[in-house]
């Protein structure tokens, strides 16, 4: 059962979206002024906050995502600054060296972070604005099996689509993704309106 206090935090939220996605695509053109209105309570009524995404390209975030991978439920991001993802959180991006398909890594740092190497031939640099920098979760994996920020460098905000906020590895393996403090705040009505485990389970790709 539903809170009506998660209700109005979730409404709160997909009205935000709503109003974001509508405003992006009257920018680039796809809609007129008089369809803006239209477009916002279309994505209220019918839209949803998160997608499903079937995960399976190996072990680089086990053990958050098993070696096996991983049906995910991602909250859908239509534009991202620092007040909707923060440091921790385990993140939808485009992959840097092929923008068609997507990496899911750890958020490790954003702008303004002093970045230092352990190896001292490294000089220390900071993320420039909009810059941020992603890792793996597997820590018993070299930096170039990883394929993250330490071997393809930062990158930008805006390739980050979405945040991880469950997965599900096996019919009985699933929960919520541990992300950061803020970002579970800011997820837990989407996830007591939206989350079906049933559903995943039906589209679950072992």
């Known amino acids: 059962m539903v809170s009506l206090s998660t209700w109005f935090r979730y409404i709160a939220h997909k009205l935000e979206y709503s ?11 796809q809609i007129t002024d008089r369809e803006v209105g239209d477009s916002i309570w279309k994505h209220v009524f019918q ?11 190996g072990g680089e975030m086990a053990p958050t ?3 096996q991978g991983g049906t995910l439920l991602v909250r859908k991001f239509p534009s991202v600054d620092p007040t909707h993802v923060f440091v921790g959180d385990v993140v939808v991006l485009k992959d840097p060296e092929n923008s068609n398909k997507y990496l899911v ?5 954003v702008e303004g972070y002093e970045m230092v190497s352990i190896d001292v031939k ?3 640099f900071v993320l420039e604005k909009d810059q941020c ?11 170039k099996e990883a394929r993250d920020s330490r071997t393809f460098g930062p990158v930008p905000m805006t390739d980050i689509i979405g945040r991880v906020i469950y997965c599900l590895q096996t019919a009985v393996d699933h929960g919520p993704v541990q992300n950061s ?20 389970a039906r589209n679950h790709k072992a």
């Open 19 to 29: 109003i974001s996605v509508s405003w992006k695509r009257y920018q680039i053109g």
């Open 47 to 57: 839209g949803k906050l998160t997608t499903i995404l079937h995960w399976n390209k």
């Open 105 to 109: 890594r750890r958020l490790a740092a």
């Open 181 to 200: 403090r803020s970002g579970m705040h800011q997820d837990s009505p989407v996830l007591a309106v939206e989350l079906d485990v049933n559903e995943m």
């Open 122 to 124: 490294d000089m220390p």
């Open 65 to 67: 995502i098993g070696q």
């Open 133 to 143: 920098w992603v890792l793996s979760d597997n820590e018993s994996i070299k930096p």
